[in-house]
Each structure stands twice: as C-alpha cells, then as structure tokens.
C-alpha cells in the first residue's frame, strides 16, 4: 500500500557528508509526518530525526546541529542531510512514513523503507 525506496548511502570519510533519499508512493506526501531512524549492528533502532506535514522538524541530541530532514513534496521525497559525520553515525539509516508525531517525539508507522547503510571510516 505504502512503498518506500530509500538511497543515498556510501562509506564516507570522518567529517564528510552523505545526503539520503526516501522517495514514497501510495500516499498523498504532504499529508503524511516522516521520521529517519537509524540501526547499528547489535543495536536498537533508533529515531535520528522527523519532519510534521507542516513542516516542523526535530532532531536527537547526537545529531542536532549536524543532520537537516527536508522533503520535496513535487518529488514526493524527503531527505536526511549528514554533514560532519562521525564514525558513530555507522549504521542502516531507515525511512518510516506517517508515524504519530506526540509531544516532541515520534512513534512510527508500519511502513518502511529498505534501509541504506552508511559507514564512516578513515
């Protein structure tokens, strides 16, 4: 019903930037909160950052001041901007599409993407 096709991801350097796609189908984009989590191996998921259909967004601590999500509603796309990536960042980053944003925090929907990895390493 919901497909989510996400891209984006590479081995990168300490300090350099990635820049992730998500791209939906099946719903109407605008309309829809959006939330990037992220998995480590032997790790938990994790929620990076979310973006409301008005376009607020927020952001984990860790990555605050270093990752930006925007979507293109034409492109029916949202992305993670990584700039000053750390080698902590290693993980498989994850598109979630119309989860529950509830007081600063967001609660995802079933509807994922495939995951793209990401590394970073000298």
């Known amino acids: 019903q919901v497909q989510l096709v996400e891209s984006g991801g590479g081995l990168v350097q300490p300090g350099g930037s990635l820049r992730l796609s998500c791209a939906a189908s099946g719903t109407i984009f605008s309309r829809n909160a959006m939330g990037w989590y992220r998995q480590a191996p032997g790790r938990e998921r994790e929620l990076v950052a979310f973006?409301?259909?008005?376009?607020?967004?927020n952001y984990a601590d860790s990555v605050k001041g270093r990752f930006t999500i925007s979507r293109d509603n034409a492109k029916n796309t949202v992305y993670l901007q990584m700039n000053s990536l750390k080698p902590e960042d290693t993980a498989v980053y994850y598109c979630n599409a119309g989860g529950t944003p509830v007081s600063g925090s967001y609660f995802p929907s079933p509807y994922w993407g495939q995951g793209t990895q990401v590394t970073v390493s000298s």
């Open positions: 973006m409301l259909s008005g376009g607020s967004t």
